[in-house]
T-cell receptor, first 114, second 113 residues
């Protein structure tokens, strides 16, 4: 299957700083990428949908100014957690699709804010 | 809105036991149904899927049949192995691909030797 790579896989940052997470489709062009958040022992919650070259669509309750999403190319989307706080600590997962096939998931990024 | 309800875990089985993880869904239209597996510290891997009623998805000894009449997509395996220990997520998508997905809460399976 197609490969989606997330980087970093783990990150620890200080409260108040910003963290950028990258999601790359390695062997296909992803017109659409999705960002999910997973709390411990809970399911994935869709945060936002991003289409290449346009603004992301955020799910209800997700602060777009806090979780900045950029999908500037067909192989890269980034999620920036701005002014991170301990409650932002979570597992963030992206998925990517060409729009004509199923979406493929990255391996996830565990963010810990201290 | 669309949703997925999954059997709560954790589930603990002995090696070679039979596995069933129940999953039911609520959706308008005809969603596609999926099972994903998440191993410790990793992302999600697609295990199997079914795109229309009566389809059976299968992979690595796991099976699930899309039952429209009971709105279910139960996961089964005849003989589990220790390596099957993971969290299993049932999910649906409104389209034929897995855009705009809704996930169940996940079921943690532990298989003991």
């Amino acid at each position: 299957g197609a490969v989606v790579s997330q980087h970093p896989s783990r990150v620890i940052c200080k409260s108040g700083t910003s963290v950028k997470i990258e999601c790359r489709s390695l062997d296909f062009q992803a017109t659409t990428m999705f960002w999910y958040r997973q709390f411990p022992k809970q399911s994935l919650m869709l945060m936002a949908t991003s289409n290449e070259g346009s603004k992301a669509t955020y799910e209800q309750g997700v602060e777009k100014d806090k979780f900045l999403i950029n999908h500037a190319s067909l192989t890269l989307s980034t999620l920036t957690v701005t002014s991170a706080h301990p409650e932002d600590s979570s597992f963030y997962i992206c998925s990517a699709t060409t729009g004509r096939t199923e979406a493929f998931f990255g391996q996830g990024t565990r963010l810990t804010v201290v | 809105g669309d949703s997925v309800t999954q059997m709560e875990g954790p589930v603990t089985l002995s090696e070679e036991a039979f596995l069933t993880i129940n999953c039911t869904y609520t959706a308008t239209g005809y969603p596609s149904l999926f099972w994903y597996v998440q191993y410790p510290g990793e992302g999600l891997q697609l295990l199997l899927k079914a795109t229309k009623a009566d389809d059976k998805g299968s992979n690595k000894g796991f099976e699930a049949t899309y039952r429209k009449e009971t709105t279910s997509f139960h996961l089964e395996k005849g003989s589990v192995q220790v390596s099957d220990s993971a969290v299993y997520f049932c999910a649906l998508s409104r389209g034929w691909n897995n855009n705009d997905m809704r996930f169940g809460a996940g079921t943690r399976l532990t298989v003991k030797p």
